[in-house]
């Protein structure tokens, strides 16, 4: 079968179709032959009761039948209708003048008062019997019994039956082809708003449009409003690719240029040696940093609610092993039932960089706090994260300062100086806020709020 929607639905309503009306169509063919048949009983029985109706018995107890008929078909020759009186011997004491050259045989089974039909032909002709058992009083008080058998030809029957059964196909053929074409329209106006979601993600594609538009049925909005947050994820990583990239080669001119004079010294002093250092370090960190900050990926669209708590287990775990000689006390307040739509890379990153520098300063406790929260001010839900310590923290006028590339608080410390700086980044990729508060350990204390999206 095709890949095409629109195929599909037409020909899973063909088959729909074909299925139903050749199911009606046998229904009332077979409903109609019954009716037929059943009339064609009555008819029978009808001829019978007024055959009953004229037979007699004679004194000497002989049946006595008048010369005509109420129905004139029994006084024709092959007329297709005939009757027969038969004897309890089985011999034939009357037959209607349409019978002549025609037999047929009891039915010795028959009590009195039972009937019964019987299918047969008639020189290949197809029939019906209806045998009926009697018994015939006189008003001497003698009684017979007699077999009474009714025939009557169905070949006019059968030619009526493939005539309804051609007229009954040939309407069911024209109303299925009528519906079949009303369903085909109907699929594909029903599919309309696919191909314009289609036509506007190409306008898109070449220039013409920077989002789908909100036209579509209401099913589909849901998609189209799913696609417009995936562009503006690409266009927004694309972006910040190219602002990165654009960035660090900006950022490396001048590191670069030193270098370049410093190759054409046959000697190199002190100074130039230390020169050389600084500059390689500085590379290094702007490499470091402008890498870590697009691979940043943000909320994303399709992905799955990430539950955090393994990952904050995951990154204590590693630096319990790291800071093992400083035997310090780890606080956990996390609520384990919280999902957050994130990136997982970024929240290694995010928790990894904040909970190193906590351990790092540390005197011996660091506190971990992850809860639900709905900021008042922005009337947004979200999460809340809290990461303290009780070391010495970081001076008021130093915040600004380490928030951004290569600063350090301790320049004696060993450390890129990039770490806050990415978090700071990743805080604003996902639309939150990062913020420095007093109290809990003394210490530094980071509260960041990540807003759901």
């Known amino acids: 079968m095709t890949n095409s929607i629109q195929s599909r639905l037409v020909v899973s309503a063909c088959i729909v179709l074909f299925c139903f009306l050749g199911f009606a169509g046998f229904v009332l063919d077979s409903a109609y032959q019954r009716g037929a048949q059943s009339a064609l009983h009555d008819r029978l029985q009808i001829h019978l009761y007024s055959i009953l109706a004229k037979a007699e018995l004679s004194k000497n107890n002989r049946l006595v039948m008048p010369f005509g008929l109420s129905e004139p078909r029994f006084m024709q020759i092959d007329s297709g209708l005939y009757a027969y009186i038969f004897n309890d011997a089985g011999d034939t004491v009357w037959r209607s003048s349409s019978s002549a050259g025609e037999a047929v045989d009891v039915v010795e089974s028959l009590t009195l008062g039972q009937k019964t039909y019987i299918q047969t032909s008639l020189h290949e002709k197809p029939s019906v019997e209806l045998h009926y058992k009697a018994a015939l009083e006189s008003s001497f008080g003698q009684s017979s019994a ?7 030809l169905t070949d006019g029957l059968d030619n009526q039956n493939a005539s309804f059964r051609s007229v009954l ?3 069911l053929g024209g109303v299925g082809f009528l519906l079949i074409v009303m369903q085909f329209f109907i699929i594909r106006v029903s599919l309309g708003p696919l191909r314009h979601i289609v036509a506007d993600l190409e306008k898109i594609q070449k220039g013409d449009a920077q989002h789908l538009e909100n036209h579509y049925s209401d099913e589909l909005a849901d998609i189209a409003n799913t696609l417009n947050r995936l562009i503006d994820n690409e266009r927004t990583h694309l972006k910040r690719y190219r602002n990165t990239l654009a960035d660090l080669a900006h950022s490396l001119k001048t590191p670069l240029s030193v270098l370049t004079g410093l190759y054409g010294q046959e000697i190199l002093s002190s100074n130039d040696i230390k020169t050389l250092e600084t500059q390689t370090l ?11 900050k697009a691979a940043a990926k943000g909320h994303q669209t399709l992905s799955a609610p990430l539950a955090i708590e393994p990952i904050i287990e995951q990154i204590t775990g590693s630096l319990d092993k790291v800071y093992f000689d400083r035997k ?3 606080i956990k307040d996390i609520d384990k039932t919280i999902k957050f739509n994130a990136e997982k890379g970024d929240m290694f990153e995010l928790l ?15 506190s971990i706090s992850f809860k639900t929260l709905k900021s008042k001010e922005a009337e947004l839900s979200g999460v809340q994260i809290i990461i303290a310590d009780d070391g010495p923290g970081i001076p008021n006028n130093k915040l600004d300062a380490v928030l951004q590339r290569g600063v ?7 450390g890129h100086g990039i770490g806050l700086a990415v978090v700071n980044e990743l805080v604003s990729l996902y639309g939150g806020s990062l913020e420095s508060s007093d109290g809990l350990l003394s210490g530094q204390v980071w509260v960041i709020f990540l807003p759901s999206r």
């Open 352 to 366: 990894g960089n904040l909970l190193d520098n906590a351990y790092k300063w540390a005197n011996s406790t660091v």
């Open 408 to 414: 350090r608080a301790d320049e004696t410390t060993h």
């Open 328 to 330: 310090l006390m780890i």
């Open 169 to 171: 196909w040939q309407w």
């Open 282 to 292: 500085q590379m290094r960190q702007l490499v470091d940093y402008q890498l870590q």
């Open 146 to 152: 007699f077999e009474f058998v009714i025939v009557e």
